[in-house]
């Protein structure tokens, strides 16, 4: 069952990622490899969520073979609203999925999201979607599912992954019915309790749940004046508890876990009501829950994000605490970073390190999202120390300075990349620009690369089959051409041909001959 993209990398490659056969879980030398099956897909996704749908359709854009494994039989049935965040607008704008996307939403200033300090957006943020889009959790998952199906990938519900085992040209993954598939690549987007990482035997160090907090949303019986009367005035002390409306007379419910129901079982709304009464006074006559969690504040990092031909994404990679609505988003910027990559991998044109570059470039990313959070979550405490430093960062918020460094970390639009010295924009994402054709987004839909040129001199030559070429004298821009990766990331600034061609090569491997 192979197909002619499988020739395009070379199949020795028992020392892959700095590693020997030996020192790989599960990975088996080439004389044990008899009657090894084909392979049947070049990538296996374990986990449907946000980050599997979304790897699956990045990979399909390069014409890999992606089948998306979900242990669940049906799709999440509570109504659950996340937030995506700017950063997430924009990879979706990139895609073209962005309108299909806001139909279903609900927009909000980006402003409120660091420990829930109140205070406005500051002004001109660098980004065409500077808002935050709230939308249930069901909407936005079948959205990205269904945009992975239409473009070829495969996705089967009640496969739970049971084991696998690598070696030198793939991955061998049994299913719990005890069916076995064949795939170049493995990537676990499995969770918090990721089976890809635990079979995986990589570390997953961190600090274990010490608050716990109950999650719902649910109608009320009393009118909304009222509720934010005594929200706000219940929060100058205790900023675990919000009531947020999301119309309707629906509301989200957060409020601290102390006391109520064992761990283990899931929460009550007789819960969240003993709760209510506690801290506020009044349960606000809360009924008919459409969903009710629980989650703590545990907070953990995969040691590393690839072994061999293995690979960890999203939750499976990194969890933290809610705080800053980061995890989603955490995830599903994780999917965009890797998919070109993997794909490059596949389709036998990357440079020798380009795969290792994913876990580089976003393992220090998401170590600052859990240090976000861990800084967030002291802030909550109604505790003297974390009151008085919470007082004192409110004020400090009030500059503008500090208020833009905040939102630009939670909304994921300050990254930087290190690709090396150089200006500034180097390494960032470039926002959606105007452009002679329209927007700059607008010629990412392909996943592929883009050169914008407004010297008119310049050219991708021999990438020409993965990096478009824009000219344009016209383009928004402050800086002769930029060379942006898929990802919208920009990877060179200049005008010289010679030091755009070795940084083409640097990213999008040797140029085509013929």
């Keep these: 069952m192979n197909s002619p993209q499988f020739t395009a990398e070379p199949s020795n490659d028992t020392v ?3 590693i020997t056969v030996g020192d790989v879980p599960g990975l088996r030398s080439p004389a044990s490899d008899a009657g090894r099956a084909p392979l049947n897909f070049d990538v296996i996704i374990a986990g449907c969520g946000p980050t599997g749908a ?3 359709a990045e990979l399909r854009l390069h014409d890999v073979r992606v089948l998306v494994l979900e242990k669940e039989t049906e799709p999440v049935s509570f109504v659950r609203v996340v937030g995506l965040h700017i950063r997430s607008l924009e990879l979706l704008a990139m895609r073209g999925l962005l309108d299909r996307v806001l139909e279903h939403g609900r927009q909000r200033p980006a402003g409120g999201f660091f420990a829930a300090i109140s205070k406005p957006a500051p002004k001109d943020l660098d980004s065409a979607h500077a808002y935050l889009l709230g939308i249930p959790q069901p909407v936005i998952v079948h959205l ?3 945009h992975a ?14 084991g696998f085992e690598q070696d030198d040209e793939g991955v061998t993954v049994e299913l719990a019915d005890g069916e076995q598939l064949r795939s170049r690549y493995l990537v676990g987007c499995d969770g918090g309790r990721s089976t890809v990482r635990e079979l995986l035997g990589v570390g997953f160090p961190g600090e274990p749940s010490r608050t716990e907090t109950l999650m719902g949303e649910m109608e009320v019986g009393v009118p909304q004046e009222e509720i934010a009367a005594k929200v706000t005035e219940i929060r100058e002390t205790h900023k675990r508890l919000w009531l947020r409306p999301f119309g309707e007379g629906v509301y989200s419910v957060v409020v601290p876990a102390a006391g109520v129901s064992d761990r283990a079982e899931p929460p009550t709304l007789e819960d969240f009501r003993q709760q209510l009464r506690t801290i506020a006074g009044t349960d606000f006559g809360v009924h008919s ?12 990092l995969a040691e590393r994000y690839r072994v061999g031909r293995v690979l960890l994404a999203g939750d499976a990679a990194h969890i933290h605490p809610p705080t800053g609505g980061q995890g989603l988003n955490l995830g599903v910027q994780d999917a965009f970073n890797l998919g070109w990559k993997l794909a490059a991998q596949i389709r036998g044109w990357a440079p020798e390190t380009l795969l290792d570059t994913y876990q580089t470039e976003r393992h220090p990313v998401a170590e600052d999202v859990l240090d976000n959070t861990r800084a967030q979550m002291e802030l ?3 505790e003297p120390g974390p009151q008085a430093v919470r007082r004192l960062l409110t004020e400090l918020m009030d500059f503008d300075e500090v208020n833009r460094y905040l939102i630009e970390k939670i909304t994921a639009i300050g990254i930087r990349y290190d690709f090396g010295e150089g200006p500034d924009l180097l390494g960032r994402r470039l926002r959606d620009i105007d452009v002679e054709q329209g927007r700059l987004y607008g010629l990412l839909h392909r996943g ?4 914008l040129d407004r010297t008119e001199r310049l050219t991708a030559g021999g990438w020409s089959d993965r990096v478009d070429h824009l000219a344009d004298p016209t383009a928004e821009l402050d800086v002769p051409c930029v060379l942006l990766r898929p990802d919208g990331h920009v990877a060179w600034v200049g005008d010289d041909q010679q030091d755009l061609d070795d940084h083409l090569s640097r990213w999008f491997g040797e140029p085509a001959t013929g």
């Design 380 to 382: 909550h405490s109604t």
């Design 16 to 18: 892959e990622h700095g």
């Design 144 to 146: 990205l599912e269904d």
């Design 448 to 451: 592929r690369g883009l050169l």
């Design 289 to 300: 829950p459409r969903w009710l969690s629980r989650f703590g504040d545990a907070t953990r």
């Design 54 to 56: 979304v790897l699956g």
């Design 149 to 162: 199906i239409q473009l070829g990938a495969q996705i089967r519900r009640g496969c739970a992954v049971a």
